[in-house]
């Protein structure tokens, strides 16, 4: 008896499934279908850093990996952040300090960072 012909069920999220039109697709799970970007740096005291995503997201979450003294400000519209400035999103100088934010703009996501420090950071899609 080969090893290909035992009698194992096939788990039901593999079995291909019905379609109104006739045809078959298969059925995945919902693990397969998240989609999820992460980029890492270093930010140089006082100087804007741009991180682009690989894809359109609703949301993102930028997480400050080393603390210090200096928070570290965001934005994801594109537009330039400030120190502490208004439409700027911040994240507390505490390493392992994260915040997540909506994405309103279509397209690229788009993530522009700045902070007084050198802190080191994470930036994903969430």
């Known amino acids: 008896m080969s090893i290909y012909n035992r009698n194992v069920p096939t788990p039901k999220s593999l079995v291909p499934q019905q379609s109104q039109g006739g ?58 952040p400030t120190d502490a400035g208004e439409d700027t999103y911040s994240v507390a100088a505490l390493a392992g300090a994260s915040r997540t934010v909506g994405v309103s703009v279509t397209g690229t ?14 930036v994903e899609s969430a």
Not at 27 to 49: C, I, W
Not at 109 to 120: D, F, M
């Open 23 to 80: 045809t078959s697709t298969p059925k995945l799970g919902a693990a397969s279908a998240v989609s999820s970007d992460l980029k890492h740096g270093t930010l140089v005291s006082s100087t804007v850093a741009t991180v682009t995503l690989d894809g359109e997201y609703s949301a993102v979450k930028v997480t400050n990996l080393t603390g210090g003294s200096d928070p570290i400000f965001f934005t994801v519209d594109g537009s330039a």
């Open 109 to 122: 996501t788009v993530v522009r960072l700045i902070s007084a420090g050198t802190p080191e950071y994470t």
